[in-house]
């Protein structure tokens, strides 16, 4: 029985780790990049801050500060020019969490502000500063109305679902090591698809999408302000609280003094989190599009679906999330500007497509389905596109309009970002120009697409039982 529960242990280890942490080989080598210190910062009047690309550590919208770093790391450049003939800005360079200690290494830049807690696991030249905020810990946070946990052992076989990157997966692996010794279940660790950042999974567990996430103690309260439907669970604490940190070459000496000196002295401000709170609270909300009313929905519309998306070469379920975005699976939705239907389209739209019967439900969906071809066709067709973030792109031009996405795209193309990446790229460029309102659109679609996705094996299991019926 023990040599059973050591090789359960082994897999479930193994399971747990997200799939970048899987890829098998040797680390290519990388020559030693030339390291630039506060002296040379300061001859090039430039700091190139690596930044968590989460919108809670980084957002920006339309000159407001949402991310929790952005207001510090403002603070930090005034610091900077305080006394400075000649001024040093921040060139904010966004990367996925779990790559940014990578990224200085190879000298992408200067500072890291991951806005999270954030291990080193080792890796060398890396110096860390004073810490940024003291004694965080890691909480687990459910749902309101969902059960109450008083213990960390009665997560027992359940699922836990974690961004990529999150400090609470070496958490979670320390506490199944403890659960399988004491020959309880291991709990189930769902590393989230790499579109969804710590806010996302915070609002797919208010959803019910996600029965329970583990963020840092601050994240999931400030969340909780705009997020009511959060039960934020203190009493579980992950490990023991660590400190959060910036991070900078060891060589880079001055910068860390000084970035050191800033932060013993720096005091948030006590409204820094205004901005934030009147953005989100007007937000849209996603739902759990799979209870036993949408459900029913979704099987009366799903031959439809699955037809008009076999045509044009869609996975049906983006349809179907599409749908549920824009008219909670209802054919009968009427919208503004005589929006109609399950995929709420306009006359104009369903006349440039040739769809004459778009009040009806197969028309409704052909039409759409048709706009949607033909946005890929004519501005998202290049094979650069991974196929998630054409998608993205793609949803992006139905909401907004194709020539206004191709103009960011080529804005953050200017800036040094991806534009071949919607999520956390070219986004933040829609929302310092335009707003939350297509970047929250196409969330909630991705959001409703992977919560299909997770049950997809049972929504096409349906259609088959009743073919052999």
């Known amino acids: 029985m023990s040599r059973f529960l050591s090789l359960l242990l082994c897999l479930m280890l193994f399971l747990s780790w997200p799939a970048a942490a899987r890829v098998a080989g040797p680390q290519a080598w990388q020559a030693p990049t030339e390291v630039r210190d506060l002296a040379e910062i300061r001859r090039s009047g430039v700091l190139r801050v690596?930044?968590?690309?989460?919108?809670?550590?980084?957002?920006?919208?339309?000159?407001?500060?949402?991310?929790?770093?952005?207001?510090?790391?403002?603070?930090?450049?005034?610091?900077?020019?305080?006394?400075?003939?000649?001024?040093?800005?921040?060139?904010?360079?966004?990367?996925?969490?779990?790559?940014?200690?990578?990224?200085?290494?190879?000298?992408?830049?200067?500072?890291?502000?991951?806005?999270?807690?954030?291990?080193?696991?080792?890796?060398?030249?890396?110096?860390?500063?004073?810490?940024?905020?003291?004694?965080?810990?890691?909480?687990?946070?459910?749902?309101?109305g969902a059960r109450h946990f008083q213990r960390l052992e009665q997560l027992a076989g359940r699922s836990v679902a974690l961004p990529a990157g999150s400090a609470a997966g070496p958490a979670l692996?320390?506490?199944?090591?403890?659960?399988?010794?004491?020959?309880?279940?291991?709990?189930?660790?769902?590393?989230?698809?790499?579109?969804?950042?710590?806010?996302?999974?915070?609002?797919?567990?208010?959803?019910?999408?996600?029965?329970?996430?583990?963020?840092?103690?601050?994240?999931?309260?400030?969340?909780?302000?705009?997020?009511?439907?959060?039960?934020?669970?203190?009493?579980?604490?992950?490990?023991?609280?660590?400190?959060?940190?910036?991070?900078?070459?060891?060589?880079?000496?001055?910068?860390?003094?000084?970035?050191?000196?800033?932060?013993?002295?720096?005091?948030?401000?006590?409204?820094?989190?205004?901005?934030?709170?009147?953005?989100?609270?007007?937000?849209?909300?996603?739902?759990?599009?799979?209870?036993?009313?949408?459900?029913?929905?979704?099987?009366k519309v799903r031959s439809t679906l699955q037809r008009h998306a076999s045509q044009q070469d869609f996975d049906w379920l983006n349809l179907a999330a599409l749908a549920f975005k824009e008219s909670t699976l209802n054919p009968n939705a009427r919208g503004a500007a005589g929006a109609t239907g399950l995929m709420q389209v306009t006359p104009a739209t369903a006349r440039s497509m040739g769809v004459n019967d778009f009040t009806q439900l197969n028309g409704n969906v052909q039409a759409s389905a048709k706009y949607l071809a033909s946005i890929r066709r004519k501005f998202f067709s290049s094979p650069r596109l991974n196929e998630r973030e054409r998608m993205a792109f793609v949803l992006a031009g139905y909401n907004l309009g194709p020539q206004r996405v191709q103009s960011m795209r080529a804005e953050a193309r200017r800036r040094g970002l991806n534009p071949d990446q919607w999520f956390f790229q070219v986004e933040r460029i829609a929302m310092e120009t335009m707003g939350m309102g297509v970047v929250s659109y196409v969330n909630a679609v991705n959001k409703y697409y992977l919560a299909y996705n997770r049950e997809r094996y049972l929504l096409e299991t349906v259609e088959e039982s009743a073919a052999a019926n």
Do not use: C
Not at 75 to 81: Q, S, V
Not at 181 to 205: F, N, S
Not at 289 to 298: A, F, I, K
């Open 50 to 144: 690596l930044v968590n690309q989460s919108r809670n550590s980084s957002g920006e919208v339309k000159g407001e500060a949402i991310g929790v770093e952005y207001v510090r790391l403002r603070a930090f450049e005034r610091y900077l020019n305080r006394d400075a003939r000649k001024p040093i800005r921040l060139k904010i360079v966004p990367k996925a969490k779990d790559q940014l200690l990578g990224a200085l290494r190879r000298g992408e830049g200067d500072l890291v502000a991951p806005g999270e807690l954030l291990e080193t696991n080792g890796v060398r030249q890396i110096a860390r500063s004073r810490a940024v905020v003291g004694d965080v810990p890691l909480i687990l946070v459910t749902r309101q």
């Open 173 to 299: 692996t320390r506490l199944n090591r403890q659960l399988m010794a004491e020959g309880k279940a291991p709990v189930v660790v769902e590393w989230v698809d790499p579109t969804l950042a710590v806010e996302d999974v915070l609002e797919m567990v208010q959803a019910g999408i996600y029965s329970a996430t583990a963020v840092e103690q601050s994240i999931a309260e400030r969340w909780a302000k705009v997020m009511p439907k959060l039960r934020v669970e203190k009493q579980l604490v992950l490990g023991e609280p660590a400190d959060m940190h910036w991070f900078m070459r060891k060589e880079a000496s001055m910068l860390r003094a000084t970035a050191d000196r800033f932060l013993e002295s720096y005091k948030p401000p006590a409204n820094q989190d205004a901005a934030f709170e009147r953005v989100y609270r007007r937000l849209y909300r996603v739902q759990y599009p799979l209870d036993r009313t949408g459900r029913q929905r979704l099987e």
